[in-house]
T-cell receptor, first 111, second 114 residues
Framework: DTEVTQTPKHLVMGMTNKKSLKCEQH?????MYWYKQKAKKPPELMFV???????INESVPSRFSPECPNSSLLNLHLHALQPEDSALYLC??????????FGDGTRLSIL | DAKTTQPPSMDCAEGRAANLPCNHS???????VYWYRQIHSQGPQYIIH???NNETNEMASLIITEDRKSSTLILPHATLRDTAVYYC???????????????FGKGTKLSVIP
């Protein structure tokens, strides 16, 4: 069982739609992360939040907009995505020096 | 870029030990070796990490060479459920900041065969 919960598990959207991915953890972790994983490739870091503030943006296009409303919740807002944005989006959290815990991801398909 | 090199794939017979190698020849003294695995359709799962000494937990053992330029993850009795992609990651020792980065390489796809 994963302690990082991501919803929805699957999402299909058109290129003009607006949708959001949600990530939740109740382990008291103060760092939260978004990763993108294309098929048969390793995860790639997108954003890092530390104490609810964005600390790293790995040159991600502005059609991806992260939000951290509180220490337990991380959102990824999606708008005007392209077919090449189809991927598995993973959320992770960590506290201090402890290992990052990952959710099982949202599999996103752009039509 | 990832700082590690792993074989793309390996097979292991069920019940035997699986030994997964990793080269990290440019590792510095303030970097850990971390191992994660990713079972199909799941998120990465933490396995073990070490700095200089060998480490063991309920999942696996980690053997780090004395010069720290390579390591081996050992699953002592592989089962079919251990079939996964195994990632070896080099990570900086924590500086006290609130977060840290993990850079995944291509990993090794381990297939456990009945």
């Amino acid at each position: 069982d994963t302690e990082v919960t991501q919803t929805p598990k699957h999402l299909v959207m058109g290129m003009t739609n607006k949708k959001s991915l949600k990530c939740e953890q109740h382990m008291g972790h103060r760092a939260m992360y978004w990763y993108k994983q294309k098929a048969k490739k390793p995860p790639e870091l997108m954003f890092v939040y530390s104490y609810e503030k964005l600390s790293i943006n790995e040159s991600v296009p502005s059609r991806f907009s992260p939000e951290c409303p509180n220490s337990s919740l991380l959102n990824l807002h999606l708008h005007a995505l392209q077919p090449e944005d189809s991927a598995l989006y993973l959320c992770a959290s960590s506290q201090g020096n402890q290992p990052q815990h990952f959710g099982d991801g949202t599999r996103l398909s752009i039509l | 870029d990832a700082k590690t090199t792993q074989p793309p794939s390996m097979d292991c017979a069920e019940g035997r030990a699986a030994n997964l190698p990793c080269n990290h020849s440019t590792i510095s003294g303030n970097e850990y070796v971390y191992w994660y695995r990713q079972i199909h359709s799941q998120g990465p799962q933490y396995i073990i990490h070490g700095l200089k000494n060998n480490e063991t937990n309920e999942m696996a053992s980690l053997i780090i060479t004395e010069d720290r330029k390579s390591s081996t993850l050992i699953l002592p009795h592989a089962t079919l459920r251990d079939t996964a992609v195994y990632y070896c990651i080099v990570r900086e020792v924590w500086s006290g900041a609130g977060s840290y980065q993990l850079t995944f390489g291509k990993g090794t796809k381990l297939s456990v065969i009945p």
